[in-house]
């Protein structure tokens, strides 16, 4: 009897070391990567600062400027890495802990393997293939050899369970993107709640030098190109965010060089990459500079991250809860009960603003019908001038997404245009995306006549998000300012 009870007693610790140990090697795999990504943005901000000095240094206004760039600090640097960590780190956390189904240890290395073997010819030709690469497979490894001889015991009933509500929620996703699930979330749950106001916030102060792996900063800087023997004085804009420059001290900070070898036009990128240019013109050359940039198998990556993001919290959060109850029924009524939950929300909040609009304006009652407005009016070019009665009022809301819709449908009027009063008045509003949105209208209805008062808003604007949209403006006027 004693020896039986000795036994009973010591099963528990066994298994709660044995989760343990499994938790620290997702720990590590995940940490291993959030390092790397911590060290990819640090990297990334030194780029843009260069680029940066080097287009002041040739009297070319840079946004956010030099001076932003450099009290930007590592915590700053740290939150941006953040959203690859927990984009990409969730998709490869719940990848990993898939494998400790398998019980061989063999056969769940060749699933590791395998899977790894996907990512190498998904991002091999990425200009971050290399190193992104050599990581996750350290990562990956890391977790094999710390789990080789534990598993994780699922019944078929749990995992066929598991494969039904992962399906049903990331489906519901895919469904609500078809019918802006993203845009409506955003105006319903994140603007204009308290948390999701600081969530949003969060995400527009930190993206721009996350996003700018992914997408050439914002669009407004292709890249800086430098060309031996160019005698223009000032820097040529070609257009689509390149500009060109034969100042000899910007030459080692440039993003690309032109060169000629052989007979033939090259642009060499900063990592040694380079691409044959058929002809010296702004096209050919925004076009090699955009080859050069490739990301595309890390684009994609992400967006398949994004569509599982929901499903993997769901999946991390009932292995978690596997891990500590060994209730079925605990464990079903849980799995369907949060998966439920998932769905219906993304298919309620998909389907918001899909009614009829009522014929008579004067009947339209705010904020009740205002969601369904702006998403009824969204994809038209021009909106009539009978609903500015309408969109004033939404420019007055207390609500951040009312004033955002607002600000965008007044730039979208037709004749006769709205005050732009109204436009100069939200380019104070508190929330960064009703500033920007009205820039961008206050441009459609003034065109150049709008650029002077938005110098203020490109020059001081607390959010490098919001100066970044506002300098687009400027570029697509084909005025480039030059710093005071």
């Not at 769940?108 to 497979?137: H, N, P």
């Not at 008045?425 to 003034?446: G, H």
Request: contains cysteine; hydrophobic residues 50%; charged residues 15%.
């Amino acid at each position: 009897m004693e020896t039986t009870s000795n036994h009973i007693q010591t099963q528990p610790k066994s298994r709660f070391k044995q989760r343990a140990q499994i938790l620290a090697a997702l720990a590590l795999s995940l940490l291993v990567q959030g390092a790397y990504f911590f060290d990819l943005v640090r990297k990334q901000l030194q780029v843009i600062t260069e680029r940066q000095t080097a287009l002041e240094s040739l009297k070319v206004l840079a946004v956010p400027g030099t001076n932003y760039l450099h009290h930007i600090s590592t915590v700053d640097i740290f939150k941006s890495s953040l959203f690859y960590l927990f984009l990409l780190g969730i998709m490869f956390a719940v990848f990993l802990l898939v494998s400790l189904l398998i019980q061989s240890f063999r056969i769940r290395g060749l699933y590791l393997f395998l899977g790894y073997i996907g990512l190498v010819f998904l991002l091999l030709q990425d200009r971050i293939a290399s190193s992104f690469l050599i990581v996750l497979g350290l990562s990956f490894l890391c977790f094999y050899l710390l789990t080789m001889n534990r598993s994780v015991t699922f019944s078929i009933k749990e995992i066929i369970l598991l494969a039904i509500l992962t399906s049903l929620v990331s489906g519901s996703l895919y469904y609500g993107s078809r019918h802006k699930f993203f845009l409506k979330a955003r105006d319903l749950v994140l603007f204009d709640t308290s948390l999701g106001n600081r969530i949003a916030t969060f995400y527009y102060n930190h993206s721009v030098l996350a996003a700018s792996l992914l997408h050439p900063d914002q669009g407004i800087y292709m890249g800086l190109i430098f060309m031996d023997g160019l005698k223009e004085k000032r820097p040529v804009y070609l257009g689509q965010g390149v500009f060109l420059s034969g100042d000899k001290k910007v030459k080692e900070a440039a993003d690309y060089q032109l060169v000629r070898e052989n007979g033939g036009l090259y642009l060499v990128g900063r990592y040694g990459n380079r691409a044959d240019i058929g002809e010296l013109n702004a096209k050919d050359i925004e076009e090699a500079a955009r080859n050069l940039f490739h990301m595309k198998g890390f684009l994609l990556l992400n967006r398949a991250a994004l569509y599982f993001f929901p499903a993997g919290c769901l999946i991390l959060c009932l292995a978690f809860l596997k891990f500590f109850s060994s209730s079925r029924i605990l464990f079903s009524l849980v799995s369907v009960g949060a998966a439920s939950v998932l769905a219906a929300f993304i298919l309620i909040v998909s389907l918001t603003g899909t009614g009829t609009l009522k014929e008579d304006i004067k009947g339209i009652a705010l904020p009740k019908d205002a969601l369904a407005i702006a998403y009824h009016l969204f994809h038209q070019r021009e909106i009539p001038s009978s609903y500015l009665p309408v969109i004033e009022k939404m420019t007055r809301s207390e609500s951040i997404s009312l004033r955002y819709w607002g600000a965008y449908l007044l730039g979208r009027l037709k004749q006769p245009s709205p005050n732009p009063k109204q436009l100069l008045a939200l380019l104070k509003d508190p929330s960064l995306n009703v500033r920007y949105t009205a820039a961008q209208s206050l441009y459609r209805i003034l065109g150049k006549k709008s650029l002077n008062p938005l110098i203020v808003g490109l020059l001081k604007d607390p959010s490098w998000y919001v100066r970044c949209k506002i300098f687009s403006i400027f570029l697509k006027a084909g005025m480039i300012p030059s710093p005071a």
